[in-house]
């Protein structure tokens, strides 16, 4: 993982965008997923340094929030583009429905 | 961050290791956060590629799980070590109750 | 709160409901929260009789999960009912959707 | 359970206590436990009268939020008194902290 492979993240214009996640979210997403990356290896450097494992593990449960915090943006953009898409086209509705409640329990482990 | 400075982590002896998390769970923390930045690197991807949201969000939640399991480790261990310690000498045992408790409140976000 | 009261709860056929939850989910989670509430009751009493802690947090961590299963229960209600109405009506989706996201960052305290 | 049934609660005096929770967290506990009794049946009102689906989804959220909190005071008390102890007369102290962790874990569902 480098620069040059980052900067090559395609975010198309909100209009073109043929996936699930806004355009303007996926650019959020991704800024927020590379400082959440840099989060974890400072976790990683935390230990190795023997920091003190109070603050390694306030460091780890903020990284856990911030991740928590991505979930629900997918979140929301899937309810926005796909469970809404197959509501009002009348198509999947129930299974749309179905999975996002499980997807909703995978995040709480219920 | 590349593989050789990842091959240069130190996990000194068990009976050498001046700080607070066991040599052997150094390493264990090591691997596991290694894999966690891999994952989080996934998800960017997922996110890029448009990968459907259901599945980046299985994806999150297995994450934020991963993190979950590195902070008990973390936590473990400062109670076998420091926790212990400070009620052995009978010094400051109070304060490291008070600040683990704090800390699982961070985890819990109560 | 007494049994009388309780026996009363009135569960309309689903064809006749007007609440967003749906009739057999109604008497679904009524069971479940009567069952909750005793377990609650049952934490008190293992306060009282000084039950081993670890038990009394095996039970709390218990009651804990079975309330989030709840909670799923009248989300996917709401997304089944609330939400997808107001798509089809294309009448305050966004607000709705909104709203549904929030409720989901309030369980998992992001 | 009635309300004289819950006055015969008793809080011995501190330095009497034989359990694990000390005298002062049992009747703190009792108090929140007996509120959050009392909103489980809240819940069970707004399910039965049909309240707004996200306003019973706030209020289960919150219940959760109390219960977790009543976790960490027994957790607290628990490493206070019983995982100290242990540790204090260099008797089991490994299966203590070895229980605690567990705890923690079921706490966070890892």
Redesign the interface.
């Known amino acids: 993982?480098d620069a040059t492979q980052n900067s090559q993240?395609?975010a198309p214009a909100e209009g073109t965008?043929?996936?699930?996640?806004k355009a303007k979210d996926?650019e959020l997403?991704?800024k927020r997923?590379?400082r959440?990356?840099g989060q974890?290896?400072g976790?990683?450097r935390m230990?190795?340094e023997?920091t003190?494992?109070?603050d390694?593990?306030?460091q780890?449960?903020s990284?856990?929030?911030a991740?928590?915090?991505?979930?629900?943006i997918?979140?929301?953009?899937?309810?926005?583009?796909?469970?809404?898409e197959s509501?009002?086209k009348g198509e999947g509705?129930?299974e749309k429905?179905?999975?996002?409640?499980a997807?909703?329990?995978?995040?709480?482990?219920?």
Chains 1, 2, 3, 4 share one sequence.
């Open positions: 993982m993240v395609v965008a043929h996936g699930y996640i996926k997403l991704h997923l590379r959440i990356e974890v290896r976790v990683q230990v190795d023997e003190y494992c109070i390694v593990l306030t780890i449960a990284v856990v929030a991740l928590e915090k991505v979930g629900t997918v979140l929301k953009d899937h309810v926005e583009h796909c469970v809404r509501i009002e509705a129930e429905i179905e999975e996002l409640t997807a909703v329990e995978r995040f709480l482990r219920v």
